[in-house]
């Protein structure tokens, strides 16, 4: 199956920062989303980016599908940014997700 | 978007026992979900269930320890059978909305389950 890589697995931050989160994969995909799990275990969609640029407030993401690689920018980060970063994706033929192992993100006051 | 509410929210139980967890959608959806986070670990798919047809199952997981019902486009249950403490997670249910370009996933907000 399509194989995710996440990078870096912990980023600590302090309040204000800015941040990049990758995620690679190894084969042509449908479907990249981006999530933020909450404390509560709650699973946030970000982004919805199989190809191109999409952002949302201080969240932004890019998707490069022929470098087969997405980033998810954070600005001006809160505290209330803290969780695990999830990407995941869908290979072309298939319609399953594969997650990545996440990046947990702290950010500090 | 969608509404999704799983049934319960968390749960503690004693080995050898069964737990049924709920999925509820506010809309219909043809493909449904069910996921594992076991602890500190990423999400793991366990079998996609659709309407009016067996649950497709991962490997690794079986029918006889995960049996999932589907009855109509809206509800699936998930039974974690003769649980151990291995069992302890997150369980997820995600549905798929859009066509066949736009297919994106949202998912409820999990049961997490403890087993003494």
Same mark, same amino acid.
């Given at each position: 199956g399509i194989q995710v890589e996440q990078s870096p697995p912990d980023?600590?931050?302090?309040?204000?920062a800015n941040s990049t989160l990758r995620c690679n994969f190894s084969d042509s995909v449908n479907n990249l989303q981006?999530?933020?799990q909450n404390p509560w275990g709650q699973l946030i969609n970000l982004f919805y980016i199989p190809s191109g640029t999409k952002q949302n407030g201080r969240l932004s993401a890019t998707t490069v599908a022929t470098e087969r690689y997405s980033l998810l920018y954070i600005s001006s980060s809160q505290t209330t940014d803290s969780g695990v970063y999830f990407c995941a994706v869908a290979s072309s033929n298939d319609y399953k997700l594969s997650f990545g192992a996440g990046t947990t993100v702290t950010v500090r006051a | #978007?969608?509404? =999704? &509410? %799983?049934?319960? #929210? +968390? !749960? =503690? $139980? %004693? +080995?050898?026992? &069964?737990?049924? =967890?709920? $999925?509820?959608? !506010? #809309? %219909?959806v043809t493909m449904m979900f069910w996921y594992r986070q076991q602890p500190g670990q990423s999400l793991t798919l366990i079998a996609t269930a659709n309407q009016g047809s067996e649950a497709t199952y991962e490997s690794g997981f079986v029918i006889d320890k995960f049996p =999932? &019902? +589907?009855p109509n486009l809206t509800f699936s249950t998930l039974t974690v059978s003769n649980m151990s403490p291995e069992d302890s997670s997150i369980y997820l249910c995600s549905v798929e909305l859009g066509d066949s370009v736009y297919n994106e996933q949202f998912f409820g907000p999990g049961t997490r389950l403890t087993v003494l």
């Open positions: 980023l600590i931050l302090q309040e204000g981006w999530f933020h | #978007s969608a509404v =999704i &509410s %799983q049934k319960p #929210s +968390r !749960d =503690i $139980c %004693q +080995r050898g026992t &069964s737990l049924t =967890i709920q $999925c509820q959608v !506010d #809309s %219909q =999932i &019902s +589907r």
